[in-house]
């Protein structure tokens, strides 16, 4: 079983930025990655995800153009680059690892992840 350790939330004033990381203890490379968000009072969504080999991602309307995921193999991180950042982003995000898709799948339904991480709360206000 593997364990996912997020880092990087914090308060953020509208407009900035904040990168997100996701420490993955041991062999990354079998884990589709994502990330997901829970706000207060609502369910938790889907944000971005990136296949096992770094090389295909797939983001929420949402945040698409303004959020990227990626990928360090090598030291067993991923991780979520968030641009322009508003109000509505506020929420506890969470990473997540989906087992043994294939190398080139995109997992990004909830159902797809094995195994989640204690989340970090990013709160967008002025």
């Known amino acids: 079983q593997v364990q996912l350790v997020e880092s990087g939330g914090g308060l953020v004033q509208p407009g900035g930025s904040l990168r997100l990381s996701c420490a993955v203890s041991g062999f990354t490379l079998n884990y589709g990655i994502g990330w997901f968000r829970q706000a207060p009072g609502k369910e938790r969504d889907f944000v971005a995800s990136?296949?096992?080999?770094?090389?295909?991602?797939y983001y929420a309307d949402s945040v698409k153009g303004r959020f990227t995921i990626s990928r360090d193999n090598a030291k067993n991180t991923v991780y979520l680059q968030m641009n322009s950042l508003k109000p509505e982003d506020t929420a506890v995000y969470y990473c997540?690892?989906?087992?043994?898709?294939?190398?080139?799948?995109?997992?990004?339904?909830?159902?797809?992840?094995?195994?989640w991480g204690q989340g970090t709360q990013v709160t967008v206000s002025s």
């Open positions: 990136i296949s096992r080999s770094g090389g295909n991602t």
């Open positions: 997540a690892g989906a087992l043994d898709y294939g190398m080139e799948y995109v997992p990004r339904f909830q159902y797809e992840y094995r195994d």
